[in-house]
C-alpha cells in the first residue's frame, strides 16, 4: 500500500483508528509483561480489534537450518537484538500510527521458524506492544505514547519461563535453564535492565501490582473517551456546510416502485410479504447499481441465425459487494441472483451503547480487495484491487455514520474511492451529505431520500426480530 494513508488525504473525516495511542510494555523475560496486558484488556472490557496486543517476539528473525539445529539445543541466542527484526517493528508501528491494516509474521518457537500465519491488526483506537525489547530502540520510542516497564524479581522470572517453555513450547528443563543462565539473564543485565530508564511508569511485582494495573486501565480509558468524543465532533460536523444537491441515483418513482415502499413502509404488512417486497426492491437497487459502473467492454457475439451483434460484456469478474452487518446482509439473496458468482465480504459497525459512536467490530473483505501483505502481494494482485468495483450494502443510512465509516475501511484497503458504489434502500438527507462530504467521490444509489431519520426497521422486519 502507499506511503500515506489515501483515505486521510481528504481531512473532512479522520477515522478513530489514526493516530492509535501506542502503549510500550518492556521487562525481563517471565516478568509478566502478556499477563498484564490480558488484565488490561480484560478491565477494559474492548474487543481485540479496538485495543489489540502485538507481541515484538513474533518479529524473531528465520533460522538458517545450521542456527536451528543450535536452537533445538538451546545454543542459540534468541534473546540478544539481533535476533528480532526491530525494522520490521518499526515499520509495523509506523504504519499502525497512519492507521493501515499490518500483517504482522507469527513465530512458532516450538519449530524455531516462521508459520505461513499472518496476524491482522485494523481499526485500533490503542495498540500494546509487549516484549523485552519493547522500551530499547530509539526508532520505537518515538512511535511510544506511554511506555511501561514490568520489574519482577529473577526468581519469580525464572519460574515463569521455565513454566513457559516446558508447557508450550515443548522444552526439557535441563535445557531451559541452561538457555536462562547462559542467553537470557546476561542479555537482560547487558541490554534490557537500562531500557527502564526510558520508561515513563514502573510496575514492581508485575501482575500482583493491581494498584499500578488499575492506573494504566483507567488512563487508557481515558484516551479511549478522548478519541470517541472527538470522533462524534468530526461526523456531527460532516455535511454542515454541504448543500444538498442531486449528486446521488435515487430509484425512478413508478407505481411498481410506489407499491413496494408501500407494503415496505406499512405496519400491518405479514413477514412474508415484507420479504417479497424488499427482495424485489433489493433486485432493482443493485441493478441500478450496476448502471452506474463504467468499466463495460465491447463484446460481439453471434446470434443463432449466423447474424454478428455487437454488445457489450457485463464486467462481473471485475465487481465484489461488502454488506454492512445486519442490513447488507438482506441484500444477500438479491445481489446472488442478480450477479452470478459474485465474491461478497462483511464488516460490522456498531454504535457505542454508552456514548453513540459507531464502533468497528468485524471485517471480511473478499480477496480481491484484501490482498497480501507488501512483499507477498503480486503485481496482479495490485492490479485486480485497482480495477474491483465495490458495492457497498446497507438497508438504511440514517445518521450517516456507519457508512462513512465503512467507506473509510474499504479506501484503507486500497479501494479507490470511485470505485466504491453505495447501495441503501434509504437515507436522511444528512446522511446523504455527510457521506458525501467526506468522500464526494463515492456513487451512491438509494430507493428513497427522506427529510429527517427513520428509526432502523428493515432488517428487524426482514428477519422477524422486531
Known amino acids: 500500500m502507499g506511503e500515506e494513508n489515501p483515505s486521510f488525504a481528504n481531512r473532512k473525516y479522520i477515522p478513530p483508528w489514526r493516530e492509535p495511542y501506542l502503549i510500550g510494555i518492556a521487562g525481563c523475560s517471565g516478568s509478566g509483561k502478556t499477563s498484564i496486558a490480558s488484565s488490561i484488556i480484560q478491565q477494559l472490557n474492548v474487543s481485540v480489534l479496538c485495543l489489540p496486543v502485538v507481541n515484538s517476539e513474533e518479529t524473531c528473525k528465520p533460522l538458517t537450518k545450521e542456527q536451528k539445529d ?41 519449530q524455531h521458524d516462521r508459520t505461513d500465519k499472518w496476524v491482522t491488526i485494523y481499526g485500533a483506537n490503542v495498540v500494546i ?16 505514547d506511554l511506555k511501561i516497564f514490568v520489574d519482577t524479581d529473577f526468581d519469580v522470572c525464572l519460574a515463569r519461563r521455565l513454566n513457559r517453555d516446558i508447557l508450550h513450547r515443548g522444552r526439557e528443563l535441563e535445557l531451559s535453564i541452561r538457555q536462562w543462565e547462559r542467553f537470557v539473564k546476561p542479555n537482560f543485565m547487558r541490554y534490557i535492565r537500562f531500557t527502564m530508564d526510558n520508561a515513563d511508569v514502573l510496575v514492581p511485582r508485575g501482575l500482583e501490582n493491581e494498584i499500578a494495573i ?9 484516551q ?28 425512478g418513482s413508478t407505481p411498481q416502485i410506489e407499491a413496494i415502499h408501500t407494503t ?14 424488499f427482495d424485489r426492491v433489493a433486485s432493482i437497487l443493485v ?77 471480511k473483505l473478499p480477496p480481491c480487495i484484501d490482498p497480501p501483505p507488501a512483499g507477498r502481494a503480486t503485481a ?16 438504511q443510512i440514517s445518521s450517516g455514520a456507519a457508512a462513512t465509516m465503512a467507506t473509510a475501511v474499504l479506501i484503507d484497503h486500497g479501494v479507490p474511492e470511485e470505485n466504491i458504489i453505495v447501495v441503501a434502500y434509504m437515507s436522511s438527507e444528512i446522511g446523504l ?34
Not at 473517551?225 to 465532533?233: G, T, V
Not at 460532516?238 to 449528486?247: E, R
Not at 485486480?384 to 450494502?393: A, D, G, H, I, P
Open 224 to 251: 479511549l473517551k478522548e478519541k470517541s468524543a472527538q470522533h462524534l465532533e468530526d461526523l456531527l460536523q460532516l455535511g454542515k456546510d454541504c448543500k444538498t444537491n442531486d449528486d446521488y441515483v435515487v430509484v
Open 264 to 277: 415496505l413502509l406499512s405496519q400491518n404488512t405479514t413477514r412474508d410479504d415484507f420479504v417479497f417486497s
Open 433 to 466: 451529505r455527510r457521506l458525501k462530504a467526506a468522500f464526494p467521490m463515492v456513487r451512491i444509489v438509494v430507493g428513497r431520500v427522506e427529510r429527517t431519520f427513520f428509526g432502523r426497521f428493515i432488517e428487524s422486519r426482514y428477519y422477524g426480530t422486531n
Open 380 to 395: 496482479a494482485d495490485l492490479e485486480t484491487l485497482q480495477r474491483t468495483k465495490v458495492m457497498l450494502l446497507d438497508t
Open 129 to 144: 506492544l509487549e516484549g523485552i525489547y519493547a522500551l530499547y530502540d530509539e526508532r520505537v520510542l518515538e512511535q511510544l
Open 287 to 363: 441493478a441500478r447499481a450496476l448502471d452506474v459502473l463504467d468499466n463495460y467492454a465491447p463484446m460481439t457475439v453471434t446470434t443463432p441465425q449466423g447474424v454478428p451483434y455487437h454488445g457489450i460484456k457485463l464486467p462481473y469478474e471485475d465487481l465484489c459487494a461488502v454488506g454492512v452487518i445486519r442490513g447488507g446482509e438482506c441484500f444477500t439473496r438479491a445481489i446472488r441472483s442478480t450477479i452470478p458468482g459474485v465474491r461478497l465480504g462483511k464488516l460490522l459497525i456498531q454504535s457505542d451503547s454508552r456514548t453513540g459512536e459507531p464502533k468497528l467490530h468485524t471485517l
Open 214 to 222: 488499575n492506573m494504566l486501565s483507567k488512563l487508557i480509558q481515558r
Open 70 to 110: 543450535l536452537a533445538f539445543n538451546s545454543k542459540w541466542d534468541f534473546d540478544s537484538p539481533g535476533s528480532f527484526d526491530l525494522d520490521l517493528l518499526v515499520q509495523t508501528l509506523k504504519d499502525l500510527k497512519t492507521g493501515k491494516k499490518v500483517q504482522i509474521p507469527t513465530y512458532s518457537f516450538a
